[in-house]
């Protein structure tokens, strides 16, 4: 099912490293993905988007790339820094009509001075 | 940018008692709203989306007499954890949808952890 309660995998990169966080999503018939960022004790703060007509797409220090043949997403953030540590979650709008997000099980960055 | 209030930020309440947690679009007009729960450690689980005067639309598995949401207005919708138990101890997060942020905006609040002793 979605959501599943699991423990939530770690990436750990030194300060100025390149990051690369992954998400397998569920419905290939999703046709909308957004990476979040969340901070311990906040919402989740929007970073990118992604639309399936596109394959990559690139922001301040960050690119999505969506491979729709695996259902694979990925957030690379470019020079990762110490404010970056955070949990980073994909979502999917399943195009079930009612705009709604669901979540990946996230990914947490942790960088290093 | 669009904002979501979200209040209150924490609250403890007793076993039994009944809580209610009030998300405001402030610059916008929602008109659609989702509240999601998450646990510790967890990813946000999607409970329910409420259109601007409908009733809610709950996710399977979700009990719509424990979790009562209302969207009564453009700026407001409430979620009422009602006879709360410890097992519904979470961190709740609503996020909202309207006119104005374009096709695929979605803004979430700052979330409520509610603890139930």
């Known amino acids: 099912g979605e959501n599943v309660g699991l423990h939530l995998p770690t990436l750990s990169v030194q300060e100025g490293d390149n990051s690369i966080i992954n998400c397998a999503y569920s419905?290939?018939?999703?046709?909308?993905f957004i990476w979040y960022k969340q901070e311990s004790g906040k919402g989740p703060q929007f970073i990118i988007d992604?639309?399936?007509?596109?394959d990559k797409r690139q922001g301040q220090r960050v690119t999505v790339l969506l491979n729709k043949t695996v259902k694979h997403l990925s957030l690379q953030i470019a020079a990762t820094q110490p404010g970056d540590s955070a949990v980073y979650f994909c979502?999917?709008?399943?195009?079930?009509?009612?705009?709604?997000?669901?979540f990946g099980t996230g990914t947490r960055l942790l960088v290093s001075p | 940018g669009a904002v979501v209030s979200q209040h209150p930020s924490r609250v403890i309440c007793k076993s039994g008692t009944s809580v209610k947690i009030e998300c405001r679009s402030l610059d916008f007009q929602a008109t659609t709203m989702f509240w999601y729960r998450q646990f510790p450690k967890q990813s946000l689980m999607l409970m329910a989306t409420s259109n601007e005067g409908s009733k809610a639309t709950y996710e399977q598995g979700v009990e719509k007499d424990k979790f009562l949401i209302n969207h009564a207005s453009l700026t407001l919708s409430t979620l009422t954890v009602t006879s709360a138990h410890p097992e519904d101890s979470s961190f709740y997060i609503c996020s909202a949808r309207g006119s104005g942020q374009g096709s695929y905006g979605y803004t979430f609040g700052s979330g409520t952890r509610l603890t139930v002793v």
């Open positions: 992604i639309r399936s007509n596109m």
């Open positions: 419905n290939s018939a999703s046709d909308y």
């Open positions: 979502a999917e709008n399943p195009a079930t009509g009612f705009q709604k997000l669901v």
